[in-house]
């Protein structure tokens, strides 16, 4: 059996769809939605790592502890290797990416604090960045 090869286009398409998840959740929330924040995290985390697959860092790589689920780690490596040539970063999306990255990495969002407090992203902001970072980057091919 033939292990299909992950491509910065197949992580783009998945960040897409996760997006397309997070809007339909978000839509029929009446209050704090915690999994449509987790879909936009996973949303950002896909976008994030399809662009650095295409830098040429390996997928083995991006699964260490180092990137994992780190979204502020990601963001960095990915500003260092030039990700604002490809989308529009604005001076806010950094804040939203680092606050979402604090209970997505730790699980919080999946696995709900019973009476505990979260450190969550404006909804409209982060909805924007992950919809920006899903379907407006366009790494140009090798």
Known sequence: MTVPKETPEGFLKHAQEFWAAADLVLKEAE???LPGYF?????????????????????????????????????????????ERFVEL???????????SYDY?????EYRITKGSYAL???????????????ELKPERK
Request: no cysteine; net charge positive; glycine share 8%.
């Open 90 to 100: 604005e001076p806010i999306d950094a804040g939203v990416i680092y606050l979402l």
């Open 39 to 83: 879909l936009l995290g996973r949303s950002v985390e896909l976008s994030l790592k399809a662009f650095l697959l295409h830098k040429g860092i390996p997928i083995s790589e991006l699964r260490k502890k180092r990137y994992g689920h780190n979204l502020r780690a990601l963001l960095a490596e990915a500003r260092a290797k030039g990700i």
């Open 121 to 135: 992203p404006l909804l409209p902001e982060t909805r924007g960045i992950a919809r920006r970072l899903a379907f």
């Open 105 to 109: 990495e730790a699980k919080r969002l």
């Open 31 to 33: 209050e704090l939605s």
